[in-house]
């Protein structure tokens, strides 16, 4: 499965950005979708998740009541469109598909395939 991030930019603290994951090569149905973050010097953060089917999804705190991650099977694509974006919010933004029909993959670890990631800057 490949994996092409896009959508990221320059955005101003409060300001909105929408990233796209692009998926070929597989049966994107069958994986479990997810967005990580990293940002300079600091770990691998999970940003949010979504299940195969798409019917499930999860965002830790950080992320929750601004984020929202959706996904179209029929297009092979997963969106995270980000809201009320803070300079804390500056990173790298890695999509990453890992093969689990059931449910959300929380861990980094539990990712087979990832994209190439983009860059987001919030500026203050």
């Known amino acids: 499965v490949q994996l092409q991030a896009s959508g990221g930019g320059l955005v101003q603290a409060g300001g909105s950005l929408r990233l796209s994951c692009a998926a070929s090569?597989?049966?994107?149905?069958?994986?479990?979708m997810g967005w990580f973050r990293q940002a300079p010097e600091k770990d691998r953060e999970f940003v949010a998740g979504?299940?195969?089917?798409?019917?499930?999804?999860y965002l830790p705190d950080s992320a929750k009541g601004r984020f929202t991650i959706s996904r179209d099977n029929a297009k092979n694509t997963v969106n995270l469109q980000m809201n009320s974006l803070k300079p804390d919010d500056t990173a790298i933004y890695y999509c990453?598909?890992?093969?689990?029909?059931?449910?959300?993959?929380?861990?980094?670890?539990?990712?087979?395939?990832w994209g190439q990631g983009t860059l987001v800057t919030v500026s203050s």
């Open positions: 090569g597989g049966t994107f149905s069958d994986y479990a």
């Open positions: 979504i299940s195969a089917s798409g019917a499930t999804n």
């Open positions: 990453a598909a890992g093969a689990y029909e059931w449910g959300i993959l929380l861990a980094a670890s539990e990712y087979k395939y």
